[in-house]
């Protein structure tokens, strides 16, 4: 039975298939996009011609050919024609076919920047040290804080007379509003409670109260895979992560009749989150067509108290990261005017979900 050729073309990673002259004997529609050219201007070329700056590429399937071994490569930059640089995950699977000739089917992943980011490890590593030294900052002086509005308030049982009140119920008044502080800076404590759940119902939560905020003015695409499957989750934590990023869109917006968010859902298979490889991740992209966030925080925008409003607590993506994160997976932003793009992506192995 023959394959049906578009399956091969229906899905996200890219595949060529070269001869052992590292001629492009096949590729599917992802690896047509991915390196910005078509099968009909490839067919009959060498490998070497796909790309400008060919050394590493070259390297990686040369490899494979020689050691008749699957080779991985991560992160391998490559410069395509149109002077446009993209970074992919490479692995090349030598195949020997009928009569015994040597092919090499390499699949590629592209992995942009954002993501780059949001897997730097020591970064991500940097940004929990800065949390958990927040955390114990926000304990310190959450104990004393109580000890003083009690005080304050035994005091103001004592006071002989009415007007001196006023200073107590000043002390008792900003404790409570730095209390409240203290507590979103602890952010959500509790643990996760995982069951399983739709990604989409979380998205559409999140988008009805985005649309009752916004007077139902602002505009929501929607681009769901609805072949995504049920995964452990904590519903209310990612309604919070969600929430904190689409209010964000909303907020910066000039007006909220103009403001445009797409959310947008995929599967991806056999994804590296730190260092390991999932089989399956659900990706949610959440982007919106606003101002930009400001390019003097962009690079810190996840770290806690980083705001770019005058009224802001910078928390919110702080917590949101941490939500993701204690889901095991990752976010990661871009951002430039005109289009602010915030990617997550979570593990979708049941049982790998555990509560941290
Ligand atoms: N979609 C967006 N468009 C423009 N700016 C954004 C967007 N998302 C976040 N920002 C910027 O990032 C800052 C930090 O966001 P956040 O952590 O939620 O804290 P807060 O909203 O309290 O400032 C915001 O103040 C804003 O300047
Ligand atoms: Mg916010």
Known sequence: ???????????????????????????????EALLETSLTRCLGQHAGKLVLDPTQWLAALEHALA???????????LTLHSGQEIRVDVVVTPLTDHDGALNLLVEMMAIDRLLRI?????????QETNRAMIRGLAHEIKNPLGGVRG????????????ELAEYTRIIIREADRLRDLVDRLLG??????????????????????????????VTIIRDYDPSLPEFACDKAQL?????????????????????EITLRSRSQRQFTMGTR?????????????????????????????????????????SIAQSIIHRHKGVIGCESRPGKTHFTFFLPMELHDAKAS
């Open 1 to 31: 039975m023959k394959q049906d050729p578009s399956i091969l073309d229906s899905i996200s990673t890219g595949i060529v298939k070269f001869d052992e002259k590292l001629t492009v004997t096949a590729m599917n529609a992802s690896a």
């Open 118 to 126: 949001s897997r730097d490890e020591s970064l991500v590593h940097a």
């Open 67 to 77: 050691s008749s071994n699957l080779h991985t490569n991560r992160g391998i930059a």
């Open 188 to 217: 959500p404590n509790r643990q996760l409670d995982l069951q399983p759940r739709n990604i989409h119902e979380v998205l559409e939560h999140v988008r009805n109260l985005i649309i009752a905020e916004s007077d139902n003015a």
């Open 239 to 259: 309604i919070q992560a969600v929430l904190n990023i689409m209010r964000n869109a909303l907020q910066a917006a000039p007006n909220a009749d103009q403001c």
């Open 151 to 162: 005080a304050a308030q035994l005091l103001a049982r004592e006071l002989p007379n009415e």
């Open 277 to 317: 490889v999932h089989r399956l991740v659900c990706r949610v992209d959440i982007l919106d067509n606003g101002p930009g966030i400001p390019a003097a925080i962009l690079p810190a925008i996840f770290a806690p108290m980083v705001t770019g409003r005058a009224d802001g607590t910078g928390l919110g993506l």
